[in-house]
């Protein structure tokens, strides 16, 4: 069994380097769905924001499946109504949804992440993200929130 991308992995001297050298030098708290939520970026993210001509969509998605999974994806559009966007500046919005998987096949699962639809119950709905973090490293959005 690997223990990378475990809970129990040790982390890496670079990425506390790296984590070091490029902080997260810029923050904004905002109001999500009533709740508070502090949105945190890169200047390597703040830079690669300045040469876009249309903002950032930072999802940030709970992924019931098998497993609870969190993730964040990158859009260049919006995602139409269904999904709350709150503008953080006039370059990055972000998103949060917690979704649900068309089944429990682990193969499908780590290829594709294949979404059903928006997860709607009583257990999804008090969850709400607290932090987001973005980068933008190597040519890539990079993005990890809590909850």
Known sequence: ????????????????????????????????????LTVSWTKRADRALAQRGQPLLAEMQLYFSCVVKKRVLFHEATLGDEVETLAVNDQLHVAFRPV???????VEFAKNYPVKRSFESKGASKMHPKSISVDFKKGRWIGEFTI
Not at 1 to 20: G, L, T, V
Not at 100 to 106: K, T, V
């Open 1 to 36: 069994m690997s223990m990378k991308n475990s809970y129990f992995e040790i982390p890496s001297p670079f990425a506390m380097i790296e984590r070091w050298l490029n902080p997260q030098s810029y923050q904004r708290k905002l109001e999500l769905r009533g709740k508070p």
């Open 100 to 106: 649900e998987a068309n089944s429990c096949d682990p």
